[in-house]
């Protein structure tokens, strides 16, 4: 590792540990006996489970290069969210690490979108494994029901192959078009999280069942189609036409799908 390697990820450590809140003894107040603000550095080597003297020369960029699991057990101790935890493994010259899955809870701030959407446009979230997580009353009276049972009935790839209806919903150029994205968008996540044992069984199932899917994958397409225009055919509303934009919360891998009403 470069000096100035040694010195941005010190520099980054001294930072991080001034905004941790100090450890409390019992009957003892947590500004107790303190000059600086922070945790002591042997209060954080003694949260990440290294000692002192090699923390204390990470800090003063006087270390040699950090093993990953050095690199791991320091995120672990300043609680690193997962973009900073990141940037902590690119500041010593390392590789971050592959993500493990996305979060399995949205955010209050998605669902307070979600909830105030309802009268206003249909709205959908999936996480990075296309599975849907949530959506809106005014979506699922655009879409109808949007899970079915088994294994990956929450899934979007597995429902554009495997759905009944879907023909009459999206028509045909609409179902070929959501297969098309669906085959895409499952690539991209096999290629984000390629030990993920639901994906690779997810995968499995419908390279083995569904010949259209076949046909599909062996086109090598992959990526996100953010925009897009939808043409829906409600049973009692008759033709709809949308506007769809996809928007990332990349903390958690979770997407947000507005549909706005198409006007001519």
């Known amino acids: 590792m470069r000096g100035d390697e040694r010195s941005g990820l010190g520099e980054y450590l001294r930072h991080r540990r001034s905004q941790m809140p100090p450890r409390q003894?019992?009957?003892?107040?947590?500004?107790?006996?303190?000059?600086?603000?922070?945790?002591?550095?042997?209060?954080?080597?003694d949260i990440a489970g290294i000692s002192v003297e090699y923390y204390t020369r990470l800090e003063q960029g006087?270390?040699?290069?950090?093993?990953?699991?050095?690199?791991?057990?320091?995120?672990?101790?300043?609680q690193l969210s997962n973009a900073e935890r990141d940037h902590l493994f690119r500041l010593a010259g390392e590789r971050p690490p592959p993500?493990?899955?996305?979060?399995?809870?949205?955010?209050?701030g998605l669902q307070q979108l979600l909830d105030g959407l309802n009268d206003v446009m249909p709205v959908t979230i999936h996480d990075g494994r296309?599975?849907?997580?949530a959506f809106n009353t005014a979506a699922a009276d655009l879409f109808g029901p949007l899970f079915d049972d088994g294994p990956y009935g929450r899934n979007i790839a597995y429902q554009a192959f495997t759905a009944t209806g879907l023909d009459k919903?999206?028509?045909?150029?609409?179902?070929?078009?959501?297969?098309?994205?669906?085959?895409?968008?499952l690539r991209k996540a096999l290629s984000h999280y390629p030990e993920d044992a639901y994906l690779r069984s997810l995968f499995r199932e419908l390279l083995s069942s569904d010949p259209e899917f076949d046909?599909?994958?062996r086109k090598g397409e992959i990526g996100t189609w953010s925009s897009a225009m939808k043409h829906v055919h409600h049973p009692t509303r008759g033709p709809l036409t949308f506007d769809s934009e996809m928007l990332h919360d990349p903390e958690n891998d979770h997407w947000v799908m507005l549909f706005t009403p198409h006007h001519t």
Do not use: K, Y
């Not at 899955?101 to 209050?108: F, L």
């Not at 296309?130 to 997580?133: G, Q, S, V």
């Not at 919903?169 to 968008?185: F, H, I, K, N």
């Open 62 to 78: 006087r270390a040699a290069r950090p093993s990953r699991e050095i690199l791991t057990a320091l995120a672990r101790a300043f």
């Open 25 to 45: 003894r019992p009957g003892v107040s947590a500004l107790s006996h303190r000059r600086v603000p922070g945790l002591r550095r042997q209060e954080l080597a």
């Open 169 to 185: 919903v999206l028509g045909p150029e609409g179902a070929e078009q959501l297969a098309r994205v669906a085959t895409a968008e």
């Open 130 to 133: 296309l599975d849907m997580l």
């Open 215 to 217: 046909r599909h994958w």
């Open 99 to 108: 993500p493990r899955a996305p979060a399995t809870q949205i955010r209050p």
